[in-house]
Each structure stands twice: as C-alpha cells, then as structure tokens.
C-alpha cells in the first residue's frame, strides 16, 4: 500500500518561490564587478530570475540545453542559478582561474549554448570565444553603460538589455525533479576536468540536509557570505540554503583580500561565512595587523582542505568564531561530514575539544561512509585504522557526465554502490572521519602511511611559518620519506634544524620530514588548493642520493 500524500517534486524553483513568498524583504548585498554595493531583495531576485528565464526561452534555450557562467559571486549569478535551472535548463558553472585551454575543454565538453560572464573575465573571454564550438553568444553580465566597446567578440549581449526583454509573469517549468539541474567539472581527479551532474532532487535534498543545526546551522537570523566562489560546488550550496530558510546572502563579488571581507563582514553584519583555509589565512592576518575583532560573527565553515588547527584555534580563542570544519567534493553536492560536537564532547578540555574538531566530522544524515583495506574489506572505526573513504547517498555522483560508465575504478566501486573519494582517513568510534592523506597523494615510507596533514598541521603552528606542503620524495632505502615544502612569513627568521626541533614529542620521531626547504611561494590551483604533483615534480628527487 502506499502512502496518501501529495507528490511534489523537489524542484530549485520551489527554493525561490519559497523565499520570496516567506521572506521576500530578505535582502542580498552584492559588491560588484562595477565597484558599488547593490542591494536588494528576495523578492526582487524572484522576479529578475523569471524575467531571465523568459529571455532564455525567447532565445530559443531548450529543456537540458548547458548554459555557462564565469562569474564571482554576486545577485546576477544567483538570478542564473535560479533562472537557468528554473526554466529546465543546466546552470553550468566554470571556474575562471583555470587556465583558458581547460576552460575551452570544460565549454566544449558541456556542449554550452550560452556563456555569461562578469567583466572581469573579458579578457578569457576574448582568448577562448573562437575555441568554443556550441557557444551562440556570449553575455556581458553588466548594463548598457558598462558594456565593453569593440571587445572584438562575435555575438555579445548585455545582460541588463536581456533581463528588459524577459517576461515577467513567467511561471516555473513544472519539472520532474530528477531532470538535471546544474553541472560542475571538477579537476580534484588525475587526467582531463570530469563534470558532475546534479539533478533537482538531490540539489533540494543536500540543501535540506546542509542546513540542519548540526550541519551548516543556518536560519534566517542568519546572514551568509559565502567566499567559497559560486563556481567551486554551488558555493556548498549556501545560495540554496538562503533560499530555503530566509537568510539574508551578502556577496564579497571579485575583492578577496582580508580588508574588502572585513570591510563586508562587519557593514553587513555578517554571522556566518565559508571558505577554503588559504582565504582565512588572508582575512586573519589582515586583522592581526589591525589589531580588530568581529563585531556580528559567530561561525565559520572552513573546508575544502584541511583546516590547520592553529587557525581553528584562532578563530575560536582570539575571535570567538565557532569554526565548522567539513569535508566535501565536487562529487558530493559537495556535504559529506562536518565537525560539529556532540554532548559528551562538551564536558571535555578546550584542547581535547578542538582535536575533535580539527577532524573533517561526522556525516550528515543521506551520506553513508566507509573506509576499506586494499583487499576491499571493511575496516574499524577505531580513530587509528586508515583506510580508503567510500561513501553514498542520495547527493553522491554515480557516474561523470558523458563519461559512458565511468573510469575502471569508479565503475568497479559504483558496480557495489560506492564512491571512491581517494580520500584516505580513519573514522572514531563516535563516526568522526578525519582525512589522514589522499591516496593519490600519500607518503609510505618503508611500507607504513604517514599523513602529510599532520606535519603540515605543526609545522602551520609554528609562528614564523606562513604555509606549509609535506610530499612525498623518493628514497633509497624508505622508498618515500617525507619531505616539508615551506614558506617563511615576511621578516621572520626560521631554518631547517629549528623547523624540525618542533616536530620533537609531537609524532612519532620516523615520521619527522627528512628535509625542509624553503621556498617564495608554494603553487596553489585555481581553487586555492596546493598544487602537490607541481611540488612533487619539482622536489620529489631531492632526498635521492643522500645517506639513508
Ligand atoms: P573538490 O572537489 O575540489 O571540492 O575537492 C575535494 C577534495 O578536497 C576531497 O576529496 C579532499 O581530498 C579535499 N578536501 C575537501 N575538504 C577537505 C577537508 N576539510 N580536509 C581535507 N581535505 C579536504
């Protein structure tokens, strides 16, 4: 027998119809790519979305057709994000800091239709306008005064122009909610950018998840900026969860740099914000220097890689900021854990506290985790056991786009029902995953793991240390011994013995890196992440030679 109830499809448009309906004086403050603060509201943003979808329909945008967006976050993106996937189209966000010939790869994969752009992307624009094949036009996200003058593109509109020519009264396709909604490639795997195709349903049922207290803990006293980009995984999904509790979303637009968010921060009164460590590293400095506090946050999500736990530490101490450190991928919608404590951990010391909240967390409801043994058995969650991470769920990727089953290892995993994360990590009794390495990018020395984040945990906390990478180099007689890849902060002093001194008591003494070297930068990727294959290629052959 089944059940009586209704049967609504959980469609993104719902998400938008809600805020406006139930929070429609809700504002979002943009700071644009034009350089003034815009602001409006939920309500404003409704009908734009509707206008927008209306102009897409009129250019002749099909069900499932991919559109594009280079864009920063701002009220024009999320008027796509809500527009596009409203009228049954694919909101395909592309990350503008990879280089210009993997974003031609990534449009032409796509088979995009139309590509909007921020201004500050003109110049990408011009370099991959001619490669990109399905493109019919390309869209200037700006009004009429702004618009670039003899850009030399074929087939540029003006957003403003085609939001005049949309109809306003444009009702939401009625949609089924497993159609495809949005699509992200992400380059987190080896060879070419896979995309990931998420459907209405389990964008709607990550939202709903991600907003719950021991998730993302968000509501509508809240006000979110996300800094996490709207290109990098739906911004984790925070432009839905707004929707869908009555926040109100404050948007940092292209300015990044510690004094434009603290700026923001405080003018908006801001609660909570989202984000990869390096922009926080950005954003604490910049504070340290100016010796100032917040005023409105509370909460932090840092996530996307490791959260050094001498910043966790900071935040919490220095600025009364609760940090929620999460794990997620481009695969998983992008949730999977998230480091929220529960009962019995309240009783425990400061410092007891923050070691379980430096792990990557606990799974939100939806996500189910495992961690196996090269044989593929199950192994404990004992807090010590470290395996390779699997998980599923309702949010998870099954396979890439176009990508006809999937690689060997995905398909061999999915054939059991299971993502294989190339995460390594071990899981505690209380189901708290902690990320011990990747298991593409491990040390095993002498047959034995040893967790690169670790030893870039101490040496984070080591005050002359600006940023830290631990790889794995060649070694004649480990086979890979650890080897710590340094940046100084500006004026301090600090050399190898002293570096390594550190590390005394705090590991096991075969896990102290055999070498420290010093370096003016260290190679992020366009999502801010360290470029560990760059480093390896570079220093991987340093301990090779030496006396074992
Ligand atoms: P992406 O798809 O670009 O978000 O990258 C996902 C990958 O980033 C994961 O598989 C992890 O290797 C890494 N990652 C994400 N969050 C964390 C975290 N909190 N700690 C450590 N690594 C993380």
Redesign the pocket.
């Known amino acids: 027998m089944n059940g009586l109830m209704m049967q609504k499809q959980l469609l993104i448009s719902s998400l938008i119809v809600h805020a406006d309906r139930h929070h429609g004086d809700t504002e979002i403050v943009s700071r644009r790519v034009e350089g003034d603060i815009h602001r409006y509201t939920f309500r404003d943003c409704h009908r734009r979305a509707r206008q927008m979808a209306g102009a897409l329909s009129r250019l002749g945008v099909q069900l499932s057709d991919r559109i594009g967006t280079l864009a920063w976050n701002g009220y024009r993106h999320l008027e796509l994000y809500y527009g596009v996937s409203g009228m049954g189209a694919i909101l395909h966000t592309i990350n503008p800091r990879l280089h210009e010939d993997q974003v031609a790869y990534i449009a032409n994969h796509a088979e995009d239709q139309y590509i909007f752009f921020d201004l500050s992307f003109l110049p990408l624009i011009q370099a991959v306008a001619g490669h990109c094949k399905t493109v019919k036009a390309f869209i200037a996200m700006t009004d009429q005064a702004h618009m670039p003058k003899n850009a030399g593109i074929d087939k540029l509109l003006c957003y403003e122009d085609l939001i005049a020519q949309g109809l306003p009264d444009y009702t939401w396709q009625a949609l089924d909610e497993e159609a495809a909604s949005t699509l992200c490639y992400?380059s987190?795997t080896t060879g070419d950018p896979k995309g990931v195709l998420y459907s209405h349903r389990s964008s709607l049922l990550h939202t709903y998840a991600a907003a719950l207290p021991d998730a993302l803990n968000c509501s509508a006293r809240d006000t979110i900026l996300p800094v996490v980009p709207m290109f990098h995984?739906n911004a984790w999904g925070l432009p839905y969860i707004a929707c869908m509790v009555g926040a109100k979303l404050v948007f940092p637009g292209p300015a990044l740099d510690g004094k434009s968010l603290y700026e923001l921060l405080e003018a908006e009164q801001v609660t909570l914000s989202a984000g990869v460590p390096t922009v926080w590293q950005g954003l604490l400095g910049y504070l340290e220097e100016k010796g100032q506090q917040f005023s409105s946050m509370k909460r932090t999500i840092i996530?996307?890689?490791?959260?050094p736990p001498a910043m966790l530490r900071k935040f919490q101490e220095a600025y009364g900021v609760a940090v929620l450190?999460?794990?997620?991928?481009?695969?998983l919608s992008?949730m999977g854990t998230v480091g929220a404590l529960k009962t019995k951990h309240l009783a425990m010391s400061a410092d007891e506290r923050r070691a379980v909240q430096s792990k990557?967390g606990r799974a939100l409801f939806g996500i189910d985790m495992k961690i196996v043994g090269p044989d593929g058995n199950e192994l404990s969650w004992d807090g010590a056991t470290s395996g390779d991470l699997l998980v599923r769920g309702p949010w998870v990727v099954r396979e890439y786009f176009k990508s006809a089953g999937g690689d060997p290892l995905q398909r061999d995993h999915a054939a059991q029902g299971w993502f294989p994360?190339?995460?390594v990590a071990t899981i505690d009794a209380d189901g708290f995953m902690q990320?011990t390495d990747?298991s593409k990018d491990v040390i095993k020395s002498g047959g034995e793991w040893i967790g690169s984040i670790d030893l870039e945990n101490i040496a984070m906390a080591h005050p002359a240390v600006s940023q830290a990478a631990c790889i794995a180099a060649k070694h004649a007689k480990w086979d890979e011994r650890p080897l710590l890849i340094v940046v100084r902060k500006p004026q301090a002093q600090l050399e190898r013995d002293e570096l390594l001194a550190f590390y005394e008591g705090k590991i096991a003494k075969w896990w102290t890196p055999d070498d420290v070297i010093f370096v003016d930068a260290i190679p992020l990727g366009a999502?801010g992440k360290i470029q560990k294959n760059r480093l390896r290629e570079q220093f991987g052959d340093h301990l090779i030679g030496r006396r074992p």
Request: glycine share 22%; charged share 15%.
């Open positions: 992400t987190g995984v996530g996307g890689a490791t959260c450190h999460a794990w997620g991928m481009t695969e992008p990557q994360t190339g995460d990320i990747r999502t």
